[in-house]
């Protein structure tokens, strides 16, 4: 067992604790509420666009543009952020980069007090494309936060239901927002939802710490459950610049970015214009839309946390190659079905019913991709799942102009076809994954 760093006084002396008290689940839940939050941030432009667009004189392609702004700060500033992770830990990485993004949210209600035009535009755009900035640590690092304190065998599950917390803020954010909208405009309501997010950070920089060994209430029976780890990249030789490289840039990594970049050009698609589509396409008022535009990220929720759950299973009774394809070679081509469904009902209730299990199949993948690539990265999990989703930020980037462009053309159903292409194309990638490979190098080369 390592031993905790001399820095680190509070790890100094480790008080007896029960063998039942497991503090890792109490970082987890702040973990988890730090997704919820970042979508809850997210999510809140997409439904007060509704009523920005009027107010500001904004066109929908302009509304695409803000939340590409929002991707492009997000997209290329993931694997520099899990480097900086690895680097300065987890604890004030998270904490800096959450304060951060609480000031990029709050400039959106604000600009147009003192912006108008062009001007209040580009504004706009800038906090956008600082909030994407702000929040690209939360999800590499966070795998990272997972790996140090929540035992492997437990990594899809957990990867899971993070992403059902995330989720979950997406899917209170358009009733919230919408209510909030209805009744003191979409100004007040971004503002005042924007600064709980306060609370959090002020506890996790209280309470937080990077790994296990530096909190003095995990007791070593909570330690012992950690290790050993099954990690061949972190063994000294592994750890050298090159080997980083063939790492993160080796055909598992690579081929899970892919089918992740694919997949979540769906996932951006649900997420980011349900609201619209229903308001647009289906002609439901705002508070319709509102409503029923949170059940898919409630599917999703759902679906996020089984998914985990069962991946570990299946990896328990399969083996780690099959155990993490198994869920997505199954979910995906339905995934695929359902967006055809979609478009092809007549009745808005349907179609939210098909959008809601697509989102929900969509969802159950989480813990796959990211538990593999932790499984293949070993220590360098931060710096991988960065690399992770910068494919999956770029199924954003390059998915809402186009959403964008054919939905303000009257073209929904096209972009839900593009939809179930994409989805097929990332079912058909994890044919090649193999999350136990570098397990089993690991043996040969002892």
């Known amino acids: 067992m390592s031993a905790p760093s001399l820095g680190d006084a509070t790890a100094a002396v480790r008080a007896p604790r029960s063998a039942r008290l497991r503090i890792r689940w109490r970082i987890f839940a702040l973990l988890v509420s730090f997704g919820a939050v970042a979508y809850f941030q997210q999510k ?21 543009w803000l939340q590409w702004a929002f991707i492009l700060g997000y997209t290329p500033t993931q694997i520099l952020a899990g480097h900086v992770g690895e680097r300065l830990g987890a604890r004030w990485t998270l904490t800096v ?4 993004a609480v000031a990029a949210t709050i400039v959106t209600p604000l600009a147009p007090i003192v912006l108008s035009g062009a001007a209040l535009f580009a504004g706009l755009f800038l906090s956008q494309l600082t909030l994407g900035i702000a929040q690209s640590p939360t999800f590499p690092v966070g795998a990272g936060v997972v790996r140090a304190w929540v035992p492997a065998r437990l990594w899809a599950f957990a990867n899971g239901i993070q992403s059902m917390g995330l989720q979950l803020g997406a899917a209170a954010t358009p009733p919230v927002v919408g209510v909030l909208m209805q009744l003191f405009g979409w100004q007040r309501a971004l503002f005042w ?9 002020t506890l996790w920089a209280w309470y937080g710490r990077n790994t296990p060994h530096q909190h003095s209430s995990v007791s070593d029976a909570e330690l012992a459950e950690l290790e050993p780890t099954e990690d061949s990249a972190c063994s000294p030789a592994d750890q050298g610049f090159k ?3 063939r790492l993160l840039l080796g055909r598992d990594v690579l081929l899970l970015t892919i089918s992740y970049l694919s997949m979540n050009y769906v996932y951006y698609l649900l997420g980011n214009w349900s609201f619209l ?11 319709e839309s509102a409503w029923l535009s949170a059940l898919p990220p ?3 929720a759902l679906g996020a946390g089984i998914g985990g759950g069962v991946t570990d299973f299946c990896c328990s009774r399969l083996g780690l190659r099959w155990g993490y394809r198994l869920v997505p070679l199954i979910s995906l081509p339905l995934v695929a079905a359902l967006l055809v469904l979609a478009v092809m009902v007549g009745s808005a209730p349907l179609a939210v019913t098909a959008m809601t299990l697509c989102y929900f199949l969509v969802e159950l993948n989480e813990g796959p ?9 070993g220590a360098r999990t931060m710096t991988a799942t960065g690399v992770l989703n910068t494919g999956g930020a770029l199924g954003g980037l390059i998915g809402i102009p186009i959403v964008a462009y054919l939905s303000g053309r009257n073209s929904w159903s096209a972009a839900f076809l593009l939809g179930a292409l994409c989805a097929a194309a990332s079912a058909a990638a994890w044919l090649s994954v193999d999350a136990g490979r570098s397990a089993r190098s690991s043996v040969g080369r002892a």
């Not at 939802?193 to 950070?201: F, K």
């Not at 589509?277 to 508070?287: A, C, G, M, T």
């Not at 991709?369 to 990265?377: D, E, L, N, Q, Y």
Request: proline letters at 3%; a neutral charge; glycine letters at 6%.
């Open 44 to 64: 809140g432009v997409t439904v007060a666009a509704d009523k920005m667009m009027p107010e500001l004189s904004l066109s929908q392609m302009q509304i695409g």
């Open 97 to 100: 980069a959450a304060l951060t």
């Open 193 to 201: 939802t924007a600064l709980p997010a306060l609370g959090l950070i």
């Open 243 to 245: 080997a980083a490289v």
């Open 277 to 287: 589509y229903l308001r647009q396409e289906r002609h439901l008022d705002v508070i």
């Open 298 to 300: 409630l599917g999703a």
């Open 369 to 377: 991709f990211w538990a593999a690539t932790m499984r293949v990265a």
